[in-house]
């Protein structure tokens, strides 16, 4: 389920993510999950090429799928915490505690490339990432299909977080960075921002996990 407050001005958006009670070996039934589109993160409005993420959760890791009409794509990096962000890419930003100031930052290339860091956030929003810190365990995978592609990440809660109960709420955004074949690109997030910036944590949405 899917839902926006007004929080001070800005529309955040809360996404109730299922606890799924299934053999850790079995596949998750994504097309029985709630999507969420990813808008313009400047403007909010709709995007070229739509983007819909799914979340759940079991008792050994989250699980996130985001499905992404892409009729071109580019990714050359080919190494664990290159820039991914400077071409196509799918991210994901953690702030478990709410506060803005430190959250995990999690992002997929369509090569299947990972960029894993701990950002710092500073009062004046200089961000500093430490990608010494790797989530050895994180298992993704990028799927061609005929309208794009799927990427598919599976966390484990020993890796960062305790597993959550029923009422947990982290804030977190989901972002989409997609490159067209004549070099302009298109900015996307659950959360939009107002800007060409994701690192603004009072536009992260609200992932509350339930039972």
């Not at 892409?70 to 505690?97: C, G, K, N, T």
């Not at 050895?136 to 061609?144: S, Y």
């Not at 305790?162 to 070099?183: C, K, M, S």
């Amino acid at each position: 389920m899917v839902v926006t407050i007004l929080q001070v001005g800005i529309h955040v958006p809360i996404y109730l993510c299922e606890q799924l009670v299934i053999d850790q070996q079995a596949s998750i039934p994504w097309d029985q999950i709630t999507p969420v589109p990813l808008v313009d993160t400047v403007t909010g409005g709709a995007v070229q090429e739509a983007t819909e993420v799914r979340a759940c959760w079991t008792t050994e890791a989250w699980h996130i799928q985001f499905r992404c009409k892409d009729l071109y794509a580019i990714s050359h990096y080919e190494h664990r915490d290159d820039p991914l962000y400077e071409q196509d890419v799918v991210e994901v930003f953690i702030d478990m505690s709410g506060e803005g100031w430190r959250y995990i930052e999690i992002e997929v290339s369509p090569s299947n490339v990972i960029f894993d860091a701990w950002v710092e956030r500073t009062e004046g929003g200089t961000v500093r990432a430490d990608t010494s810190w790797n989530m050895e365990r994180l298992v993704t995978r990028v799927v061609p299909v005929e309208y794009g592609r799927i990427y598919e990440l599976r966390l484990p809660w020993e890796e960062f977080a305790p597993a959550p109960v029923a009422g947990t709420e982290w804030r977190v955004n989901f972002y989409r960075i997609d490159e067209q074949p004549d070099g302009t690109r298109e900015y996307q997030a659950w959360g939009p921002t107002g800007e060409v910036n994701f690192h603004i944590p009072a536009h992260f949405g609200r992932m509350q996990f339930v039972i």
